[in-house]
């Protein structure tokens, strides 16, 4: 909830500090049990910094994190280890997240260690065997090293470890961006049906809206800090409505190569987090701008019709006037 995190940058004389990266700035999301929210957004939005804070591998500057009601950041010792289990990532390039100087057996075992969850060696291996199985790898693959495996298979391990202290919420951070696009699909296909099976929370970070869609039951859009929008993904598909949303569906590759646009319709600057616009922020590079763009930061507005389950909301002075669709 109202999650903050900016960096002091340092540099010039002393050190000291003359900029402030505000790389999430306000941002609120919710996840339910079994469902897959989408966390969509060029690189330098932010999304990743959202994915770190929640688990407290960084901490943010203000707002709070809240598993199953409970703040965890008032937490401390046993209570927080006891939360920290239940709340797991899978990184983005399995290549440098497994120690390539342990075997299978110990990467996958080790949080069982580190949190004295097990009662024996045996009783790791036999989880791990169990666990790799369940990821679609052999279970006679405990002794080998990371390197004897292909990409999936490694990214198939860094499933395993994350899901081997049993947790009711994972987040994925980019996980299938560092593999081949043959292999990408069996990955997000193995999270879809681990999510069906035990009912897991899932947190889905990409800047991929082609594999956001496949996998997210909602989609949130991040921009510069700030979710600019967020839907159910159907709603979000057929209705797109902030400008920033659209130019970002207009610029995913068509799955015709022959339809394929060209990838650059977003116009200005690359957005730098260092240097806020001010107003809505994406203002500079929007097509639709007006002059309240220029100095009034958005309010969020719900467009979604009336009755409809699940809220649309958009931040974007276009939709001010209370019009829904
Ligand atoms: Fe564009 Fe203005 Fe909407 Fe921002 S608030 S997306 S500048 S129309
Ligand atoms: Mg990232």
Redesign the pocket.
Known sequence: RHLVKHFPLTGGLLGRKIQLLKAVDGVSLAVARGETLGLVGESGSGKSTVGNCILRLIEPDRGDILLAGQSILTLTGQELRRARRRMQMVFQDPQSSLDPRMTVKKIVGYPLEVHGLAASSAEIADRVAHLLQEVGLSSDHLDRYPHEFSGGQRQRIGIARALITEPDFIIFDEPTSALDVSVQAQILNLIKDLQRRHGYAYLFISHDLTVVRHISHRIAVMYLGTL?ESATRKELFDHPA???TLALLASAPKPNPLLRQELAVLQGDPPSPVQVPP?????PR?????E??RDTE?EQHNISPTGAASPHLV????YREGHRR
């Open positions: 600019v902030h400008p920033y107003g809505c922020r994406f203002h929007c097509p639709h701008a007006m309240i763009c958005p931040c974007c002075h276009l």
